[in-house]
């Protein structure tokens, strides 16, 4: 049982992984290059950022997120450790979105 575990635990984690991955610029050069930063830049200045404000991206990035956290939460096959994991990363990166988005009005 406790493979079955890891391996769903694992498949939970590369999706969380690479939906974070996709908000994030490695190269950015606001910031740590996370969409927040695009966006709390943009709330704080004024001055876009790769020539946009990066608000529909927030927005739409914070409702998969909530998607994600929401099936992590019905995953049933995850153990409690794996799951509290799992949604400690998730609500860390809404955190900062929801903080971000606040900023800029939204």
């Known amino acids: 049982m406790q493979q079955a575990s890891s391996t769903f635990f694992l498949k939970h ?39 946009s404000d990066h608000i529909q991206k927030g927005r739409d990035f914070r409702k998969a997120l909530k998607r994600t956290i929401k099936r992590i939460q019905n995953a049933h096959h995850l153990t409690g450790s794996e799951r509290q994991s799992l949604l400690a990363i998730a609500n860390q990166e809404l955190g900062k979105l929801n903080q971000a988005l606040k900023k800029a009005g939204y």
């Not at 927040?36 to 001055?47: K, Q, S």
């Open 13 to 51: 984690q590369k999706f969380l992984e690479n939906l974070i991955k996709q908000s994030n610029r490695p190269n950015a050069t606001v910031g740590d290059g996370s969409l927040a930063d695009a966006i709390t830049h943009t709330a704080l200045t004024g001055e876009l950022v790769g020539g």
